[in-house]
T-cell receptor, first 116, second 115 residues
Framework: EADIYQTPRYLVIGTGKKITLECSQT?????MYWYQQDPGMELHLIHY???????EKGDLSSESTVSRIRTEHFPLTLESARPSHTSQYLC???????????????FGPGTRLLVL | AQTVTQSQPEMSVQEAETVTLSCTYD???????LFWYKQPPSRQMILVIR??????QNATENRFSVNFQKAAKSFSLKISDSQLGDTAMYFC????????????FGKGTKLTVNP
């Protein structure tokens, strides 16, 4: 399995709280991604990064924000959690800046978020 | 815009039998990569198999193989000798070379292997 980690694995939190979902990888990958996925459903890309100080919004509009200060770390923050944010959040990374033969994304175990 | 379509939301197969999952995609790109990912219940998403579009030979990984038909834009996954551990969601994905550089996923097929 790939060396990509997410914490916490499960989080139950009240409306209005600020939360940060952590993602780190030890593979030295340039590209990192955040996906939102409801159980058993398709994945939606919400943020990605090509490297340090690079962040881009994905295809699905999200109220979350991300930062990339270190290559190995790509945290996602929700300033004020709402029940509509309840979902699973998957972090992924891939080794190259541009798509190539080795373009493969490696996924973390995910964080299941429940906002009450 | 590129799209990936998995027309089978759910499938089931008996243990030890063979099953084929369908995937079609739409693109105007000539160079791209295709993937099948597996997501077991409550477990991590992992890569099953990868295919480069410029390669005519179909990729194989042990019991998993693909039938890549570039002209038809089809990329099906065959699982031979199905095992209980193959029960999972399977996602087909596509990425163009030098294009948007973002994986485009299908909606997934839920496969259940029955004993």
């Amino acid at each position: 399995e790939a060396d990509i980690y997410q914490t916490p694995r499960y989080l139950v939190i009240g409306t209005g709280k600020k939360i940060t979902l952590e993602c780190s990888q030890t593979m030295g990958h340039d590209k990192m991604y955040w996906y939102q996925q409801d159980p058993g459903m398709e994945l939606h890309l919400i943020h990605y990064s090509y490297g340090v100080n690079s962040t881009e919004k994905g295809d699905l509009s999200s109220e979350s924000t991300v930062s990339r200060i270190r290559t190995e770390h790509f945290p996602l923050t929700l300033e004020s959690a709402r029940p509509s944010h309840t979902s699973q959040y998957l972090c992924a990374s891939s080794p190259f800046r541009t798509a190539g033969p080795q373009e493969t994304q490696y996924f973390g175990p995910g964080t299941r978020l429940l906002v009450l | 815009a590129q799209t990936v379509t998995q027309s089978q939301p759910e499938m089931s197969v008996q243990e030890a039998e063979t099953v084929t999952l369908s995937c079609t995609y739409d693109t105007s790109e000539s160079n791209y990569y295709l993937f099948w990912y597996k997501q077991p219940p409550s477990r991590q998403m992992i890569l099953v198999i990868r295919q480069e579009a410029y390669k005519q030979q179909n990729a194989t990984e042990n019991r998993f193989s693909v039938n890549f038909q570039k002209a038809a834009k089809s990329f099906s996954l065959k699982i031979s000798d199905s095992q209980l551990g193959d029960t999972a969601m399977y996602f087909c994905a596509f990425i163009p070379q030098g294009g948007s550089e973002k994986l485009v996923f299908g909606k997934g097929t839920k496969l259940t292997v029955n004993p």
